[in-house]
């Protein structure tokens, strides 16, 4: 028999889509809650008094007077460049030649990129992220070292072999063909196997020729289980640069559609600077965008229309980008799209906030079943928050009226040392007390 637990604290529950209904009726946090784990899932959520007396027995976590929410789940990140992140002064195409190109040449040694997925996963676990979204490298092992390094930790993970044939150095390169003969091995391999899938992942119109996007199209239509990500529309250089590729292409999601890229297990990062036709075919299909704030700013790519595209019905997801993004923490992202929000002139609640890193996440990844909201049957990915953990989050926590406004100081100042407790399908993954 499995030893049962129980975490009792404040709940963060979600029922439904705060930007499609008011927030107040879709997310709410009970203040005497409990969640009960069973083995890796969770068993029942609800109130602390009648959890507690009805399972006398069960191990103990208590985070009274901490927000109990699902762990976070960030939607679009590269592990490989997990060690250049904060590089400085450049925009996307010159950041990506000058930096992260020559740091992912080095993921053709195995050695090397085992060493990085596993400081990767140790890093954002520490942060209270329980499942991320990522392109590795082109390089195979790197989606090995991911998936194994995933499996180790007894995560929910999506991974794929990034692949690029042109517009890349030597030695970053794959072919059409080599491109889906490796991603059809890494899918038979990887795919279902425990808590990982795989997402094809051409990585951006720029870097593959047409037949490489024909080739990975015609891999999707033959594994319509596998999610697919990419890159859309992040600054106005790439999207002129892929009008010059593309001449006969309608706009930047055109090249993606032309070629078997457009569907509703398809994750678009970024999505900034979209033509009015891109959303109404991105509405259309129930394509998920993925919102990268940190990144945005850092790399200086624009404001995403988050409001306005999540008002649509747009399944959207939020994350950090590692390493485009500045930062590892979803608490971080979330106070960064707070303030593109506020840059756009519409301030996201906090409810919104944890719900894109939670919900909204994971239904972006097709996940919204199994992960991203504490309920019955769903897997025990959990992170505890500590509203005062720091001295100046503690003092602004104390003259908080409500719990939100408690939650909102943390969101917007709070950093690793929030993170109070980590669960991953129920195993204790670190913690305060
Ligand atoms: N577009 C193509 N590749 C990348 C990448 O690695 N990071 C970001 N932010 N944008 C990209
Ligand atoms: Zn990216």
Known sequence: MTQKQILVGATLISTGNPFTAPWQEAVHINTQGAVLIDGPVIAQVGNADKILADHPDATLHDHRGRLICPGFVDAHVHFPQTAMIASWGKRLIDWLNTYTFPEEMRFGDPEYAAQIAGRYLDLTLAHGTTTVCSFATIHPQSVDAIFTAAQHRGQ???????????????????????????SKALIGRWHGQGRAEYAITPRFSPTSTPDQL??????????????????????????????????????????????????????????IHLEPRETDRLAETGAALVHCPTSNSFIGSGLMDVSGLAQRGIALGLATDTGGGSSFSMLRTMAAAYEIGQLRGTALHAAQLLWLATAGSARALHMGDKIGTLSKGYEADICVLDLSSTPAIAQRSAEASDIWEAVFATIMMGDDRAIADVFVGGQRRGGLD
């Not at 790439?238 to 078997?260: C, K, S």
Request: glycine residues 10%; aromatic residues 8%; contains cysteine.
């Open 214 to 271: 024909n080739a990975l199209g015609a891999l999707w239509a033959e594994h319509p289980e596998c999610l697919m990500q990419t890159h859309l529309s992040e600054q106005l250089d790439e999207i002129d640069w892929v009008r010059g590729l593309f001449p006969q292409a309608r706009d930047y999601l055109d090249t993606y559609e032309a070629h078997g890229l457009l569907g509703a297990r398809g994750l678009y990062g970024h999505a």
């Open 156 to 182: 929910r993970i999506v991974a794929g072999k990034t692949c690029m044939d042109r517009n890349a150095p030597e030695g970053l390169r794959d072919t059409a063909q080599s491109a889906y003969d490796d």
